[in-house]
């Protein structure tokens, strides 16, 4: 409610924030974006959107992990 909260004060920028969903023993990231709706300066409404990140984080974490590993392999072999 912190998200909604913020927008609903701050309606001229947009807010976004990670959300961890824990459902049937699995864990899902969404990215979630709040931005107002506005008709000639009046604001209507809000438009949320979510996005599930969970692959993109885990390709993000494995992509890391991959460059220490590089990075470990290298000094190993030029100390």
Do not use: C, M, Y
Request: net charge positive; hydrophobic share 45%.
């Amino acid at each position: 409610a912190p998200l909604w909260s913020e927008a609903k004060r701050r309606p001229d920028r947009q807010q976004r924030s990670e959300v961890k969903l824990a459902r049937d023993g699995s864990e899902r990231t969404l990215l979630v974006r709040i931005a107002a709706e506005r008709l000639a300066g009046q604001l209507l409404g809000f438009v949320v959107t979510f996005d599930d990140v969970t692959e993109l984080l885990s390709a993000q974490r494995a992509a890391a992990w991959a460059d220490v590993a590089r990075r470990i392999a290298h000094e190993i072999k030029n100390p």
